[in-house]
């Protein structure tokens, strides 16, 4: 990265800065064209910091520019509008930033409407707030993108949203990046025939360094540096007063099964 922050020449400096192919790891490297047609979806499950917000935005990256996806329609799933706004698409490892300014100039972005168009493909990406499921009634995708399942309010709600809309052309596709929290849902999804899981620790982004993941070894609890950082579904703690199973079979969804006090 030094030498290449040396360059003078600022487009050459930028293009290869954001060519994906020059720094991508091999765990990084899927692509739709290598997904089997037998799978659904994809559920990237993977450690803090390991570079799921990158992967996703470089898939979409080649997705949307792909001539032979002209005309398609991406819907991206945050927690809230916020998480849409200022992680997939603003964010450090967002859309944005992984494109060349040459690039950039082919969207028109509209953020009051978290719509984005990739002009000269008519590819039409729709930023979709998790926070209010209803929303999703309505609309149809070719592929759907969610960030962070495990954070969200209603999660059911929106995966069962996700396969109602996803509904066009010959290969409708869901592609869920979390952090494995032991949620009913999150195991669904990676116990599903149909799901090609990718799994990753932290450790794998190698610009992280030994002291920082010393600290996190030091100042986490076991289950949660297993979960955080090694990226694994954790079954329930033993004698646990409250199982996760238990907590999501009594879950009220709406405030009318709340009952009267």
């Keep these: 990265v030094k030498v290449i922050n040396m360059i003078e020449d600022d487009e050459v400096r930028e293009a290869l800065l954001k060519n994906w192919a020059l720094w991508r790891r091999e765990g990084q490297k899927l692509t739709l064209k290598d997904i089997d047609r037998k799978y659904d979806q994809v559920l990237l499950l993977c450690g803090r910091s390991w570079g799921k917000t990158r992967w996703v935005a470089e898939f979409l990256r080649e997705y949307c520019t792909n001539p032979l996806h002209r005309g398609h329609r991406v819907g991206i799933i945050g927690k809230n509008r916020e998480d849409v706004q200022k992680v997939i698409f603003e964010g450090d490892s967002g859309i944005f ?80 990046a979390t952090t494995p929290k032991p949620t009913k849902e999150i195991r669904t999804l990676h116990d599903d025939e149909r799901t090609l899981v990718i799994s990753g620790p932290s450790y794998d982004n190698k610009f992280l360094t030994k002291r920082y993941f010393a600290k996190l070894e030091r100042k986490l609890t076991r289950r949660m540096y297993q979960q955080e950082v090694l990226a694994r579904i954790l079954d329930e703690l033993e004698g646990a007063l409250f ?19």
């Design 97 to 176: 930033n992984c494109m060349t300014r040459e690039e950039r100039e082919d969207l028109h972005y509209d953020k009051s409407k978290l719509d984005i168009v990739f002009k000269s493909n008519n590819v039409m990406l729709f930023g979709i707030p998790a926070d209010k499921p209803e929303k999703m009634r309505g609309p149809q995708y070719h592929l759907i993108v969610s960030d962070e399942l495990c954070k969200y309010q209603y999660p059911q709600e929106v995966l069962e949203q996700i396969d109602m809309s996803l509904r066009l052309g010959d290969r409708p596709l869901a592609v869920f």
């Design 243 to 261: 199982r996760e199973k238990d907590i999501d079979n009594n879950r009220v969804i709406t405030r009318a099964q709340i009952p009267q006090l």
